[in-house]
């Protein structure tokens, strides 16, 4: 676990005497709070003590940008995210509390301000229950709370001109040190002369040593020299002196300094500029040309005007996004500015609802286009527009009631919200949706369905199973077969997870596949396949079972889709551990984690990696095996149960832990369980693929198809011992033994005890 820090501090500069401030609060404090005007540098001096301070934390320095977080109730959720941890039905600060418990991390809080309440009540609560955990935040105020070690930051320093040093002393002053770096980035052969000095060092006073201000000045060198840049600053702050007084001295000079900054630019740069602010993190050139233009710019001029944009420093560059092409974004006093000025044009509203349209025609294109070879592509493109696809679902929270614009949103992005891990938030904003949402409509029943499987999913049987009937209802009503499909394969696998009548199960999803087909839906037939595939196992029909999986890999292989099929492995892969075959289900498994990792699935990932568990203990590598279970046992502990209620999963689950800590002894297994707790996803995936040896063969299966564990609890059944006395003996849970002899006896075709006992005297005779 290393966190998530960006590795360039290329453009720090100064800030040794904060920095040590910094480290040496943080060594006695939990939480600091570095504060001060916007553009004083906040950030870079956050990012910079964390890199500092990394090796004192060897679980990680983990950094969240709250600028774009605009709902106070994402707070928790946007952490957990941070983290990796899959999103659960209990809700994610308990989640996250439980992973970070016993962990010593510096988690960074960039921009707190405008979540203040939010912030302050989520460190509180993190910090009590985590005692190793240590929070760095930077917010223009304080959060306010008993305990906070609050550090202003200044203004980078400069010398007074009374007493200006020559060229070469005057660049190590912080301020000027600032402005020669940022100069040399528009020209190289900018150099701090005896002619210059005096210039440099009146514009980094003129400027309060703000750094978003220097290089914003520093950005005009590319069309003006150092004394024209002076003369025109010192003309517009006059020109501005009698504005408003209502604000500090150094917020009036960053705002005269934007406003500058936008006056010089062109009329339809200042157009560019205000309507890009509506964008929350970063945005790509389509996004950009598709919401922006129109009404005095043409979409072929938003190149050009994005590029004029980023030499005034106005806007940033950032990598490459997952479809190529680069990504753009904001400084939030820049975007904060441009907001302002897009609010007094009066085109906002009409500005928010084509953000709004793009990023809803952006989800259902991608649900369209998710089962085929583009679906990581996809995954990953939806991750990087996580904010703005936030952004979007608030313009519809807050449109007019009735609107199907926020529920076709929130369940077009259902691929998103399953695929990549964000089932609670999908959840809610489904749920908002739907409490504002219009009744009896297509849109309805497909956020209902959504809703339901994604509760479903998280183990909220009730809850899921209330939505799913009111989605049938509805698309019956409506003669909707597409979501009436949906329904009744959500309400199936509700069964099978809660314990339900599984034939009941097997009858719903069998139809939710007959109506998938028949609509030509490969994504819901190769989704009902594979969940119908566990049903039949369960049912004793084995041969079904792996049938109807190996057609869902089919159908997803045919699109060259990867999501689906891992799930479809991971069930042949079950199907194969149940026959004893460990070669193939070791195969089929690796097969799962490798397709399945780069979407982030925690809970399908956790699957998969546990059969290598099973494995592992089945052949004796009972080290190993403690690792790889005890790295999905924070996903089982999130979710709230273990293995979605598959009892023969748990038994298996169960047995390996048994097996392991046998030959290990309790306290070597408790240390290596331990170990692979800590992992995080990417840690838990690497775990498991480093195992490339093949298993052990192992006898798990006699002619009369019990495994060894079956045959062991027969015999103890024959010899009169109930339930709770086998579990006593076998050091099992009874509820695991009750699952063994229900196995025994649909594999035996049995009716009783004691007709088991007859089988095992016979056997033995």
């Not at 009146?202 to 150092?226: H, K, M, S, T, Y």
């Amino acid at each position: 676990m290393s966190g998530n820090l960006p590795e360039d501090f290329t453009s720090f500069v100064g800030r040794r005497r904060e920095l040590d401030q910094v480290r040496r609060l943080l060594s006695s404090a939990r939480i600091v709070t570095l504060t001060g005007v916007g553009g004083v540098g906040k950030t870079r001096l956050a990012l910079r003590s964390a890199a500092e301070l990394r090796a004192g934390f060897p679980d990680g320095v983990w950094v969240l940008e709250l600028a774009a977080l605009a709902e106070p109730w994402l707070l928790a959720q946007a952490v957990a995210d941070v983290f990796g941890l899959p999103q659960s039905v209990r809700g994610p600060l308990p989640a996250l509390i439980d992973h970070l418990k016993d962990r010593r991390i510096l988690l960074v809080l960039d921009n707190c301000e405008h979540l203040l309440e939010a912030a302050a009540a989520f460190v509180l609560e993190l910090l009590r229950a985590c005692p190793q955990a240590h929070v760095l935040a930077t917010s223009r105020h304080l959060l306010g709370f008993t305990g906070e070690h609050v550090l202003p930051v200044p203004p980078l320093a400069s010398p007074p001109l009374a007493q200006l040093p020559a060229p070469a002393e005057l660049a190590e002053w912080e301020a000027p040190s600032l402005f020669l770096d940022r100069a040399r980035a528009v020209d190289p052969e900018f150099t701090l002369t005896e002619r210059n000095r005096t210039t440099v060092a009146r514009l980094c006073l003129r400027l309060d040593g703000l750094p978003l201000a220097i290089e914003l000045a520093a950005a005009r060198l590319r069309v003006l020299d150092v004394d024209q840049l002076l003369e025109r600053l010192e003309d517009r702050f006059a020109l501005l002196k009698g504005g408003n007084r209502a604000g500090l001295p150094r917020q009036q000079t960053l705002g005269a300094l934007v406003d500058w900054s936008y006056q010089l630019c062109s009329a339809q740069e200042q157009l560019l500029w205000s309507r890009l602010s509506v964008f929350a993190g970063s945005f790509d050139l389509t996004a950009a040309a598709e919401v922006c233009s129109g009404d005095g710019i043409e979409p072929d001029e938003v190149l050009d005007l994005v590029a004029a944009l980023i030499d005034k420093s106005v806007l940033l560059t950032e990598g490459s996004g997952p479809g190529g092409g680069r990504r753009y974004r904001m400084l939030e006093s820049i975007r904060e500015f441009g907001r302002a000025r897009l609010a007094e044009s009066g085109g906002e509203s009409a500005l928010l609802l084509r953000y709004r349209d793009h990023y809803r025609a952006l989800a259902a294109r991608a649900t369209a286009e998710w089962f085929g070879a583009e679906q990581l592509t996809w995954a990953n493109r939806l991750r990087a527009e996580h904010a703005n696809l936030r952004g979007a679902l608030e313009v519809c929270a807050v449109g007019p009631a009735g609107d199907v614009a926020g529920l076709e949103l929130a369940a077009n992005l259902w691929p998103y919200w399953v695929c990549c891990g964000f089932l609670s938030e999908g959840r809610q904003w489904l749920d908002r949706m739907l409490a504002a949402g219009p009744a009896r409509t297509t849109a309805r029943a497909g956020a209902l369905w959504s809703s339901g499987s994604l509760a479903v999913l998280q183990g909220d049987i009730p809850t899921g199973t209330a939505l799913l009937t009111e989605c049938e209802d509805m698309a019956a009503e409506l003669d909707d077969q597409e979501r009436l499909a949906w329904a009744r394969q959500y309400r199936g696998l509700a069964l099978m997870f809660g314990g339900g009548d599984l034939r009941q199960a097997s009858a719903l999803i069998e139809d939710a596949v007959r109506l998938h087909r028949a609509a030509g839906n490969l994504l819901g037939l190769g989704k009902s396949l594979y969940m119908w595939s566990p049903v039949l196992s369960f049912l004793g029909d084995g041969q079904r079972s792996a049938a109807v999986a190996q057609e869902s890999r089919e159908v997803a292989e045919g699109q060259g889709e990867q999501w689906c099929r891992s799930y479809a492995l991971y069930m042949l892969s079950l199907a194969a551990w149940r026959a004893g075959d460990l070669g193939s289900a070791k195969a089929l498994a690796l097969h799962s984690v490798r397709l399945r990792a780069p979407f982030r699935d925690s809970l399908g990932l956790a699957m998969a990696v546990d059969i290598l568990g099973w494995i592992a203990a089945a052949g004796g590598k009972a080290e190993f095996a403690a690792r790889l279970l005890g790295s999905t046992e924070p996903i089982w502990q999130s979710v709230g149960a273990l293995e979605f209620g598959f009892q023969d999963m748990v038994a298996y689950y169960e047995e390996a832990v048994r097996r392991s800590r046998a030959q290990l002894g309790e306290r070597l297994f408790a240390e290596a369980f331990h170990a692979g707790t800590r992992l995080d996803q990417d840690g838990a995936v690497q775990l498991a693929l480093s195992d490339t040896e093949p298993p052990v063969p192992a006898a798990r299966t006699s002619g009369n198809g019990l495994s060894p564990r079956e045959q062991e609890v027969a015999g103890l059944v024959a010899q009169g011992l109930g339930n709770r006395e086998i579990a006593e003996r076998l050091v099992l849970s009874q509820r695991t033994v009750e699952t063994h002899v229900s196995r025994i006896m649909t594999k035996l075709d049995l009716g009783s005890r004691a007709q088991v006992a007859v089988w095992v005297v016979r056997r033995d005779g």
